[in-house]
């Protein structure tokens, strides 16, 4: 089985920088997803981290450690836009299926 | 523009009726995907598709059954067994493996 652990709730400043973390314990491994999902929509694909390292995107960054079990997502320059829930899920070895945590839900303040 | 659409956006249903949720998409993926999301709770797997005529059941099947007769379409019947329908129901599509899934916006089916 798979177990996955993200903070409930964060709440940062506009143009700060916010990490949010990721812990796994799966019986597989094969990559880490990170999603934004926005209330009342669908969730967007914004990482894919199957080797440990940082991936940086723009103001995002995905940062993963297989043997930890462990990952984050990092904005900088946070904007109001970025207020939204970010859900982390986890494939297993071979399959198709994704294991999504509860989501952090971000909000950004002036 | 390639996507995927869900239909209804929202859909109420009575005690004791079945109701069917749509999803299409024109993406040419393989993988098709259904989830369901409660307040407070991550997405958790209804059932899934590799292939066309091919589906697996995911964690929380029981009381949603569907069909796969086409490569583009995967609708999901709500069945009167289901006792706690009310939900966000989101489908997605993929690739395959390490792929990301691609979602729908999503159907709010609600009890009268």
Same mark, same amino acid.
């Given at each position: ?49 199957? !080797?440990?390292? %940082?991936?940086? *995107?723009?103001?995002? &960054? ?8 462990? +990952? $984050?997502? =990092? !904005?900088?320059? %946070?904007?109001? *836009?970025?207020?939204? &829930? ?8 071979? +399959? $198709?299926? =994704? ?5 952090? *839900? ?5 | ?112």
């Amino acid at each position: 089985g798979q177990n996955i652990d993200q903070p409930t709730e964060m709440t940062a400043t506009e143009g700060a920088i916010v990490q949010i973390n990721c812990t796994y314990q799966t019986s597989g491994f094969n990559g880490l997803f990170w999603y934004q999902q926005h209330a009342g929509e669908a969730p967007t694909f914004l990482s894919y981290n199957v !080797l440990d390292g %940082l991936e940086e *995107k723009g103001r995002f &960054s995905s940062f993963l450690s297989r043997s930890k079990g462990y +990952s $984050y997502l =990092l !904005l900088k320059e %946070l904007q109001m *836009k970025d207020s939204a &829930s970010y859900l982390c899920a986890v494939t297993g070895a071979g +399959s $198709y299926q =994704l294991t999504f945590g509860k989501g952090t *839900k971000l909000s950004v303040i002036p | 523009d390639g996507g995927i659409t869900q239909s209804p956006k929202y859909l109420f249903r009575k005690e004791g009726q079945n109701v069917t949720l749509s999803c299409e998409q024109n993406l040419n993926h393989d993988a098709m995907y259904w989830y369901r999301q409660d307040p407070g709770q991550g997405l958790r797997l209804i059932y899934y598709s590799q292939i066309v005529n091919d589906f697996q059941k995911g964690d929380i099947a029981e009381g949603y059954s569907v069909s796969r007769e086409k490569k583009e379409s995967f609708p999901l019947t709500v069945t009167s067994a289901q006792k706690n329908p009310t939900a966000f129901y989101l489908c997605a599509s993929g690739q395959g493996v390490g792929q990301p899934q691609h979602f729908g916006d999503g159907t709010r089916l609600s009890i009268l």
